[in-house]
Structure formats: C-alpha cells, structure tokens
C-alpha cells in the first residue's frame, strides 16, 4: 500500500496571509490526525478527522482548522498566519477502529512564515 | 492532564553497548504505548507497540504499570540505531484517536 502522502512538501508564506495543506491517507483509513512538530514544542496534536467529522480537537487557536472528504483526504488551513506558525505539519492516519491505534505518518509540510 | 515524559534529550553510546530510553507516562488507566523512531531525513514512523510485544530491529519495550514507563531497551546498540526515538501515549481523557507524544531522545550510536 501507498504511504500517507502530503501536499505541498515545503512553504514559504508571509505573516497574514493564510495557507492549506492537504494529506491523503493510506488507502482504507478512515482516520486522519494533524501534529504540529516545533524544536520547542516537539509533537502537538492538533486535530484528528473520522468519516469527515472532527472527533478530537487539540489546544490550537481557531485559526487553525480542518476537513475531511467523503475518500478520507484531509485539508488543513492556516488564516492570518503568524511567525510563531513556523514548524512541521504531520499528518497521520489510522484505520480508526476499535484496537488499531497506530498511526502511520506522511513526510510533513514544512512551513516558513516570514 | 495525561502527559509522557522522556528525561533525556540525548544519550550517547558506543557501538556494542546496551541501550535504555526511558519514558514515562501519567495516567491510572489502561492507555496503549507506542515508540516511533525518526530517522535522519526520514518520516517518523512506528517502532514498537506495547500490546503486540514484539521486538523489532532488536529493540523491546515492556510496559509496567506499577511505574507507569514504557522504557526502550536494546542489548547491543548499532550505528545505524541513530535516530530520534519518541515515545506517544493514546488512551485516557483524549480518547483513543490522538496521539500524545515526549519531546524525544536523541540517539547517537559511535563506532
């Protein structure tokens, strides 16, 4: 099977402007969870999608949100971009069934606010 | 709130030495341990599972509830082990769905 992909691989945007980025799944997962990976912050889970409902939401600002579509491809979007945005965006995902909790991950989005 | 705490943010070893990367967690319940591993411009990826109690790439991992720590063992350390090893949480008041992660060891493996 395909690995988790994602879309762009690299971003460079200036403060306030607003940004996507897009992650398809495994094929057969359902599940699809968004991190945020900082060098101060490390890991931080930002939200998680199932069957196109957001069923986890982390400690992030509303200006980070989410989608998902009917084939499980998720959608993250940015607005009014800050600097501390700045980080790698992971996204992972499950078979999001009872007992299948691995994640598996994409490459990331890097994405430099400038 | 559940947190997983990795006291070291990096341990060096010689090729042939035992390895420990330590990790412990808070919380009462019954919560599933992971390890993932990132390797040098490589995605993170899955390393062990606590539940499924198999080694992999000569790495183990027990659980012990007693503690609360998910310690990652190897008895003879490579060069090639060099990587990033996090440790994640799921389970507790987050549910299963997300993931809960340390900040990382880093593993650095001389010849």
């Known amino acids: 099977k395909a690995g988790v992909t994602q879309t762009p691989r690299y971003l460079i945007k200036t403060r306030g402007q607003q940004v996507t980025l897009s992650c398809s799944p495994i094929s057969g997962h359902r599940s699809v969870s968004w991190y945020q990976q900082t060098p101060g912050q490390g890991l931080q889970f930002l939200f998680e999608y199932f069957s196109e409902t957001q069923r986890n939401k982390g400690n992030f600002p509303g200006r980070f949100s989410g989608r998902q579509f009917s084939n499980s491809r998720s959608e993250m979007n940015v607005s009014t971009l800050e600097l501390g945005d700045s980080a790698l965006y992971l996204c992972?995902?499950?078979?999001?069934?009872?007992?299948?909790?691995?994640?598996?991950f994409g490459p990331g989005t890097r994405l430099t606010v400038t | 709130a559940q947190r997983v705490t990795q006291p070291e943010k990096l341990l060096s070893v010689f090729k042939g030495a035992p390895v420990e990367l330590k990790c412990n967690y808070s919380y009462s319940g019954s919560p599933e341990l992971f390890w993932y591993v990132q390797y040098s411009r490589q995605r993170l990826q899955l390393l062990l599972r606590h539940i499924s109690r198999e080694s992999i790439k000569g790495f183990t991992a027990d659980l012990n509830k007693g503690e609360t720590s998910f310690h990652l063992k190897k008895p003879f350390a490579q060069e090639e082990d060099s990587a990033m090893y996090y440790c994640a949480f799921t389970g507790g008041e987050s549910g299963y769905s997300t993931l809960t992660f340390g900040k990382g060891t880093m593993l650095l493996v001389s010849p």
């Open positions: 992972a995902s499950s078979s999001g069934g009872w007992g299948s909790y691995e994640q598996y």
